[in-house]
């Protein structure tokens, strides 16, 4: 049997209004570290493989950060409803702050990518952290407002991020990129430890669900690995394919017992019971599944297809993170009186509607049509997230609000996954349709055997500057005419996942906090 949750107050402490606005700038601040990372490595490491070799590892430095940021998310969301969250901020800023140090100072590749990982621990654990603190220190009817500063760092870090990256790389060292935290990260942690208090019930006694969180790493890890690599790295019909995907559905299944019988279990499986928490977290992946692909493949078409700059390029994807802020920004100034059901509804119904805009893409698009298209995409985007957070979080207990916080970003993390996993292969489909045409073969063939065996290398092949003009006409334009199908199956896509979100965002509950 199962031992029973016991729940014990921690001690906690009223904030006054500038005591909440110091926790509220080192959270964000906090944020704002883990955000950056993610946007100003990419600046960096073409001269971090110059200097320290280890072109084949190149796609690892980015694959360990992002596993291992979600693995943590879902353990530290859990935790923050067991321990007091000071300590808690405490471990996840240092655990940043130690990565950045050892990847800033990493003598090769295996050790840079040791130090991404322990990066992306940290920052699971700010990630969740800081949603948790934002909530627990708003009042009610500020939630919504409080929560939507954290989309606009977003926002921010999207814009600085690549600049500030090529900055640092130009004017100091790469390392920099990575120990640049350590001061900024020092602020955080001053900040959360000398300010942050409790303000809710934690449960204290129950046993940790150690199996649980064990069984739902490797689920998740599994998962992951076999979306990011396949279609790629090996074949979806291959045997490290189906090695993954045995491991997925037995640790699944190995989970799904061990929360049955934990005491208190990471993830509490009644909570999908709820249709508030089962459909909160539904349309945010679905709504991730929508906007991630066309942060992987617009640029594609856009770079290829109409032979944009690649600076129109970046453009036209940072409409969509500004998009995706300026609208958690607006709809946290009114949510708390539209009701979030309805924020939710008109979130989807944005969001259809820059999706279906992108099937109006061509060859001979105006780059402001482009931009106001992914501008909108990324607005409806930030309503749905923001929406559905708030009644993910309202679903539960106070007690879960951590869970509860977590799994939202999780699902959010998964849906962009799966959503990037299923759109390439569609796109890789096509190109290994285009490469196995005997014409097309004896064309790259006379161009010297420029491509190599997977669509995914001939497609990097042909985005290197000026390769396009030294293969032969009928290989250049049937790669774009390849390209332009491609990418336009994952625009429809991306419109079927924006439909189903709005479906999910129709059904949602309309009880109000004061309701429940």
Known sequence: ?????????????????????????????????????????????????????????????????????????????????RFANRPLCIVAISTFMAGSALAGLAPNMALLIAGRAVQGVGAGGVFALVYVVLSDIAPPDQRGKTLSLASSIWGIASVL?????????????????????LPLGALSLMGMARFLVESRIKRTRAPLDVWGALTLSVTILSVLLLMLMGGRDWSWVSWPAAGLALAAMAAAVGFWLAERRAADPVLPLPLFKDPGFRGGNLAVFFSSFAI???????PLLLQIAQGHSPMLVGMAMLALSLGWSLGSLAMGQVVHRIGDRRAAVCG?????????????????????????????????????????LLVVQQSVDGRDLGVATSSHQFARTLGGTVGIGVCGGLVNARLERLFDAHAI???????????????????????????????????????????????TGVFWAVLAAAVICEAICVSLPTKRPSER
Not at 61 to 77: D, E, M, S, T, W
Not at 292 to 298: D, E, I, R, W, Y
């Open 1 to 81: 049997m199962p031992h029973r949750t016991v729940d014990q107050p921690l001690p906690s402490v009223e904030l006054d209004r500038a005591q909440r606005h110091l926790v509220i700038g080192a959270a964000l601040l906090a944020l704002f570290l883990g955000a950056l990372d993610a946007l100003i490595v990419a600046a960096a490491m073409p001269t971090v493989v110059a200097d320290m070799g280890g072109l084949p590892l190149y796609s690892w430095v980015y694959a360990a950060y992002f596993l291992a940021r979600a693995i943590a998310l879902p353990i530290f969301g859990k935790l923050t409803d």
């Open 161 to 181: 991020g690549p600049t500030l990256g090529g900055l640092i790389v130009t004017v100091f060292s790469w390392r920099w990129v990575f120990l640049i935290n």
């Open 292 to 298: 991630f692909p066309l942060f992987a493949f617009s």
């Open 348 to 388: 989807g119904f944005v969001l259809i509607a820059g999706c279906a805009f992108t099937l109006t893409f061509n060859t001979l698009n105006n780059p402001w049509w482009l931009f106001t298209v992914f501008l909108m995409v990324g607005v409806g985007m930030g309503f749905v997230t923001l929406s559905t």
């Open 441 to 487: 073969g004896d064309a790259a063939a006379q161009a010297g055997k420029i491509f190599a065996d997977s669509p995914a290398t001939r497609l990097e092949a042909l985005l290197k500057p000026g390769l396009q003009d030294a293969v032969p006409q009928a290989v250049s334009a049937a790669f774009k005419s390849a390209v332009v199908d491609g990418v």
